[in-house]
């Protein structure tokens, strides 16, 4: 009989309104692990000395290469942050927020949501790696901010509509892929007619069959 396994990071990619952060946080706390969203920024400003700010006028957005934008093939390196003139350039912030997704991995089990943790983790070769995407289609996105954001349905639609697209625009900036490619993961859920804790129970579901012990 094989071995259950103990340690795991699952990376949550999570449209607009589909729901993938309350799920990624009950998750966590059902499973007793740090969830990490907005937190990495935090983290990243104490442990660089940038402020949190700067981190959160980048946070994920493209960034402003305009020969990326005409040359397709071209995207910034992850590697180590650089410090200087450039410190604070999007393309060094994002390489801060890497480094300290890698760390995270490392020393714990834990969820990370967003942020291109999939594709950071998933170039380490992580065998601990499940990387999930929890996707809806524009109505049920919409109906979902409208309670989330107390606004009218248009609003709600033109802010899904405009999140989308810059989380579209900053994972293929960063990692020269289509964020919305099912082949980028492990597990892609549609959460249009179930709800939160169905969605969570299918990551519960698969983690099992990939032998994970919780």
Same mark, same amino acid.
């Given at each position: ?21 309350? &799920? ?6 059902? =499973?007793?692990?740090? $969830? ?20 959160? =006028? ?35 912030? $994002?390489? $801060? ?23 950071? =983790? ?7 790696? /499940? ?13 979902? #901010?409208?309670?989330?954001?107390? /606004? ?6 033109? +802010? &899904? ?10 994972? +293929? ?28 129970? #299918?990551?519960?579901?698969?983690? +099992? ?6």
């Amino acid at each position: 009989m094989a071995e259950k396994k103990k340690k795991f990071v699952i990376t949550i990619g999570r449209q607009y309104g589909a729901g993938g952060k309350a &799920v990624g946080k009950a998750l966590a706390e059902e =499973l007793g692990v740090h $969830f990490y969203d907005e937190e990495i920024l935090k983290i990243t400003s104490e442990t660089s000395a940038i402020g949190e700010q700067y981190f959160r =006028l980048a946070d994920e957005k493209a960034g402003n290469n305009l020969l990326y934008k005409i040359f397709d093939a071209i995207r910034p390196t992850i590697g180590e942050p650089k410090v200087g003139d450039r410190m604070t350039s999007p393309e060094n912030l $994002f390489r $801060f927020q890497a480094k300290i997704i890698k760390e995270l991995a490392e020393k714990e089990s834990c969820i990370i949501a967003g942020r291109a943790a999939d594709y950071i =983790l998933q170039q380490e070769g992580r065998e601990d790696l /499940v990387c999930i995407y929890v996707y809806a289609d524009i109505p049920r996105k919409t109906e979902r #901010i409208m309670d989330l954001e107390s /606004v009218d349905a248009e609003t709600a639609e033109k +802010h &899904v509509r405009k999140i989308d697209k810059e989380r579209t625009e900053f994972y +293929h900036y960063y990692t020269g892929r289509e964020w919305m490619d099912m082949q980028n993961y492990d597990l892609c859920i549609n959460s249009s007619k179930i709800d939160y804790a169905q969605v969570a129970q #299918i990551i519960r579901d698969y983690m +099992h069959t990939r032998g994970y012990d919780f």
